[in-house]
């Protein structure tokens, strides 16, 4: 077993990769272990410690400096998507660690979006939950037609997340600090300033990559320009927002309510204070999770492992 290229596939938690593609195409001197369980950051170094090729989640993982330091054996590091801001490719880079990617889809997330969105429109949540108690139409929901969207990040993700809004007959406006009237206007959207997202939307879903600019770019301040009866939704990363401050709004009503499916720290706890508020839809970071992008993630993971192995390694990040 000495011989042997020891593989970790993290974070398999509804236990879909090891059947959803032919791992057996691996060579026979490949050790194959998946994890269903979250890995406690303090027990990192001592689970993965043995791997050569690890294979994360997103960023559920974080592989900074000092973790990669403290894996000997690893040489390749593989994320699912193109990009992430929870590994670092120089301290990989200096450790000769090799870091691949793999494609995905904004599909997926674009439609737990507006899952989100219909679900606090229209209190899908609290109602399945009431009927099944014998209780009958207990809330009053609204209409999306003609009220306005605000998209937080009019990129592909946003840009579908505007289309469909449009087709609610709803008003599509948006910001992001390089965001251009040619761009807006190819989406049918109509670009506003920053106080003006937050203050005109009626439903705001933020669509922005997590990077030192865009943490905590909604905060006290923008949550205090939007209307009582306003929606916030967030499918993108959880710092993108102060915790503290969304907290506060939701708590004093400040703004109707919100859909979460990030936060902070992940998986949720108790401590972060939303489990326990009566005007949110929260979901466990659904965004990806589908068959279909599971098919591209595993199938372009095995496809990075074999390139690696031949020598020709593919979907490099950061030039490495």
Not at 40 to 63: G, K
Not at 159 to 186: E, H, P
Not at 225 to 239: C, D, F, Q, V, W
């Amino acid at each position: 077993m000495d011989d042997m290229t020891k593989i970790a596939v993290l974070d398999d938690y509804q236990k879909i990769a090891e059947h959803i593609v032919d791992w057996s195409k691996l060579p026979s001197d490949c050790d194959l272990t998946f994890f269903n369980q979250w890995i406690d950051p303090s027990n990192l170094s001592n689970d993965l410690e043995q791997f050569d090729v690890i294979a994360a989640m997103r960023e559920r993982t974080v592989f900074d400096r000092q973790t990669i330091e403290s894996l000997p054996n690893l040489k390749l590091l593989i994320t699912t998507g193109m990009r992430n801001a929870s590994i670092d490719i120089a301290a990989a880079r200096e450790y000769g660690v090799t870091v691949c990617g793999t494609s995905g889809s904004s599909y997926s997330t674009a439609e737990l979006t507006w899952g989100l969105i219909l679900s606090l429109a229209r209190n899908i949540p609290l109602e399945d939950m009431n009927i099944r108690s014998g209780k009958w139409q207990t809330s009053l929901g609204i209409d999306l037609e003609g009220r306005t969207l605000g998209v937080l990040g009019l990129g592909r993700l946003g840009g579908k997340v505007a289309t469909i809004g449009l087709s609610f007959g709803m008003s599509v406006i948006a910001w992001s600090q390089n965001l251009t009237d040619d761009v807006a206007s190819r989406h049918k959207a109509k670009l506003v300033t920053k106080e003006q997202l937050f203050t005109d939307s009626d439903v705001l879903t933020i669509h922005l990559q997590l990077s030192d600019r865009t943490k905590g770019i909604v905060g006290k301040h923008e949550l205090d320009l939007m209307k009582e009866s306003a929606y916030l939704i967030n499918t993108s990363r959880g710092p993108i927002v102060d915790n503290k401050a969304l907290l506060n709004a939701l708590k004093n009503k400040s703004i109707r309510g919100a859909g979460l499916d990030v936060f902070d720290s992940e998986p949720v706890s108790e401590a972060d204070g939303f489990l326990k508020l009566d005007n949110t839809v929260l979901t466990p970071h659904l965004g990806y999770v589908t068959e279909e992008v599971y098919r591209i993630f595993y199938a372009e993971t095995l496809e990075d492992i074999l390139c690696w192995l031949a020598g020709n390694p593919v979907r490099i990040l950061g030039g490495s």
